[in-house]
């Protein structure tokens, strides 16, 4: 879904140089911020990444951790034959 600006909009994006500018709904006063779909798209590969390495690190700590099993509840843990 696409929404146009108003002249209003585009005037404070057109003046807003270093920073984006911020909008509020006024019904549930959620702020957001304006960014190009370009920067958007950049930002979300980026952060795809970060959580697939963050995946694949938890994937590796899991299968390297030592595995035990239990004899009975009142004995020692001992590692697995696996």
């Known amino acids: 879904m696409s929404i146009q600006l108003t002249p209003q909009q585009q005037q ?3 003046t807003q140089k270093d920073s984006p500018p911020r909008v509020i709904d006024p019904r549930t ?5 304006l960014v190009r779909e370009v920067d958007y798209e ?5 952060l795809e990444d970060e959580r697939r390495q ?5 994937r590796y700590a899991l299968s390297a951790r030592p595995r035990f099993a239990v004899r009975s509840k009142f004995s020692n843990c001992v590692p697995c034959a696996m």
């Open 12 to 14: 404070a994006l057109d």
């Open 29 to 33: 006063n959620t702020n957001y911020i």
């Open 42 to 46: 950049s930002v979300r590969e980026l």
């Open 54 to 58: 963050q995946l694949n690190r938890g």
